[in-house]
């Protein structure tokens, strides 16, 4: 720890999170989460204006207590007509009880978690059994010359982003923690490098 990792890191994930894209694709995606929610790694809180009527509940989960103060200050979980609870802990070993929730929402988060696949059979662990898993990501291009920079500036780039990593195959870490994918869109985005904007778009469901 220290004041990049403190005060640094939690200011440009928060600035870099509200990018036009990732505004437009949280409109999109985020809506189709239904009854009790959890939102795995919420950060500071964007998604919270775009969730549906659907929504009873959204618990916040997330190990970085600057961006839980931000979405606090923020004002967004205030705003929102459904109870909103933010908890401190890390998806790999998570404080709720079994098949607890009807969603797990996780945009751009399962690239920071240390052990996503740890990580994800806690997810699957807490979601009942026709529950959904709703994901946005960005991870491993099938592109064997954009695979091999995501590789060589992965070190680099997770030690400057705090946890980052660009290079994880986002739709198999879902599938070997037993879930099943309904719907699955991959691509790049429009805009930035090819390295950090190949995507994972989609809905599993526990196998
Ligand atoms: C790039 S940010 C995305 C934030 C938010 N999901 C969004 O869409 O704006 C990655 C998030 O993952 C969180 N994170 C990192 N490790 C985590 C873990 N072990 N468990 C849960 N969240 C984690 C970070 O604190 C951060 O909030």
């Given at each position: 720890m220290g004041v990049y990792a403190d005060y640094v890191v939690p200011r440009l994930i928060a600035f870099s999170m509200r990018s036009k894209e990732a505004t437009r694709i949280r409109r999109t995606v985020v809506p189709a989460a239904r009854g009790r929610v959890l939102e795995i790694g919420i950060g500071s809180g964007l998604n919270l204006p775009f969730y549906g009527e659907d929504v009873s509940a959204v618990i916040g989960l997330d190990p970085s207590r600057q961006l839980l103060a931000m979405t606090e200050r923020s004002g967004r979980g205030d705003a929102a007509p459904f109870a909103v609870d933010l908890t401190y802990g890390?998806?790999?070993?998570?404080?709720?009880?079994?098949?607890?929730?009807?969603?797990v929402l996780t945009t751009w988060t399962l690239c920071s978690i240390a052990e996503a696949g740890r990580a994800l059979a806690e997810i699957r662990r807490v979601l009942r059994p026709d529950g959904a898993l709703i994901f946005v990501e960005h991870g491993r291009s099938p592109d064997l010359g954009v695979r091999r920079w995501q590789e060589r500036i992965n070190p680099i780039w997770t030690t400057l982003s705090g946890g980052c990593n660009l290079n994880r195959d986002i739709a198999a870490l879902i599938r070997d923690a037993g879930f099943a994918i309904d719907r699955l869109e991959v691509g790049y985005l429009v805009k930035g490098p090819k390295i950090a904007t190949y995507h994972y778009e989609g809905r599993a469901r526990p196998a």
């Open positions: 890390s998806a790999e070993d998570m404080p709720f009880e079994d098949r607890s929730f009807d969603t």
